[in-house]
């Protein structure tokens, strides 16, 4: 199987190739703007593996939720790599990404910082998601959240919020991890064509806000 | 803190740049050659980062044991960027990324495959190495090792050999396994100037053996 596959919903940028029995991937934490380094990463990678976009069987692309910058740089990008090769697109939550690397088995909840105070999160029975991804307070989650379920961050600062609960912090996603959940979307049949690609927007925007603020809802 | 680090004792190549807060790692996995792609994947790396060789603070370099001609290249390169600007080494035991990547805690031991029949094997408990790096036959180590130990295996055909003992077959490493093993030999004064670099060799080269048959030890 020959494919690509990326998540840019976070200051985590992940991207990883597969060409049958080889795999490149590479992973930028913190790095500088994803709107820079992706498209020269992607082709870096794809030279180092020896693959060519027309290749591909398919493309992975994590929808978020997550940083929406982030999210529309990625879409944007593999929607320029598919469209001229029409090839299909597997799409994953990237909450998934998350859970996974945790490793935790049980019921469990993944929550990603979204703007100040609050959080998007969803919930977890081993690898399987519950229900829909929500984007909510800190103060409702307190209300909805039972305190027995285990809760998954990606770092120490945003747990602090959530003292009564047993918090676990998410160690760094590995390849493994990314390639999994692209070949399950791929094998569910989670394919999209490139122009129904949509991110899993759950906050709005700042400018949204401020236009609302001015004009009305 | 500011450092470039690699293993390239397997096929599975690991590299990481690090420049204070952000980060970026490049994995290939059965790619092709590490002396075809090593260098480039540095060079690509550093400059997604920001980084110049003139200003790290140091250089990691896994020394082994494991892939002769790997080995070779890594330190090679490793060298041909420290000597210029004088920049030391922090050198580590390439099974400690096995160890550290399987989360096991108790006693185990790390098996890595040589040449046929021969395994590459070291002791631990917890993150600690006991005694040294070994080279034996399969036949010596199901002699030499205890049936309560667990053993880590990088992939399933070489666990094959030991089906009486409690195998585990260790993940792909994270760059935070990597980024924390040579950070540890850093801060433990494993320091060594880049012409004193040398890599674990266990096992005799096939062209050593070769010569001997030929010509005696």
Redesign the interface.
Known sequence: MKFLTMDSSSRKLIICAV?K????????????KHGK?LA??IK?MLE???LDIKDLDFIGCGAGPGSLTGLRVGISTVKGLSIPWKKQIAIFNSLDIVSRASGAEGKHVVLRKGRKGYFYWQKYCGFNRIGDTNFSSIDDLHRFLEKELTLIFENEKDASSFEEYRCIIS??????VITKITTNSYYNNKLVHALELKPLYMQKSIAEINWEKKHGD
């Open positions: 060409n029995n080889s795999k490149v991937g590479i992973f930028l934490d913190n790095a500088g380094l020269p990463a870096n180092f593996i020896e160690p760094e996603p590995t390849f493994e």
